[in-house]
Nanobody, 124 residues
Framework: QVQLVESGGGLVQAGDSLRLSCAAS????????MGWFRQAPAKEREFVAG????????YYADAMKGRFTISRDNAKNTVYLQMNNLKPEDTAVYYC?????????????????WGQGTQVTVSS
């Protein structure tokens, strides 16, 4: 069983930055593909960014390219999401998730474990 705990959310103004963290409970974290998703009220959960087990490859949704950066530290069992130049439309609950498969996926149903989420609110 892998437990994921997100932190780092909060209330910020447009143009500000936040760094989200996701701490995993087990060493098997280092072998899985990790992703960040977000879900705004009345919207479906959407893919934000993903990273391979060794950090060699990263993937982003088009709306996040150039503003968000995903990274991981396997020694600390932690994945990060650096978010810069935040916009009001980035307001959502952000979730980290782990895939047992090493391959990239933007589909939420392709992930086996999820954190409880952390709220990000961006005011204009």
């Amino acid at each position: 069983q892998v437990q994921l705990v997100e932190s780092g959310g909060g209330l910020v103004q447009a143009g500000d930055s936040l760094r989200l963290s996701c701490a995993a409970s087990r060493r098997t974290f280092s072998t899985g593909f990790m992703g960040w998703f977000r879900q705004a009220p009345a919207k479906e959960r959407e893919f934000v960014a993903g990273i391979t087990w060794n950090g060699a490859d990263t993937y982003y949704a088009d709306a996040m390219k150039g503003r968000f950066t995903i990274s991981r530290d396997n020694a600390k069992n932690t994945v990060y999401l650096q978010m810069n130049n935040l916009k009001p439309e980035d307001t959502a609950v952000y979730y980290c998730a782990r895939r047992s498969s090493p391959n990239h996926s933007i589909r939420a149903w392709g992930y086996d474990y999820w954190g409880q989420g952390t709220q990000v609110t961006v005011s204009s």
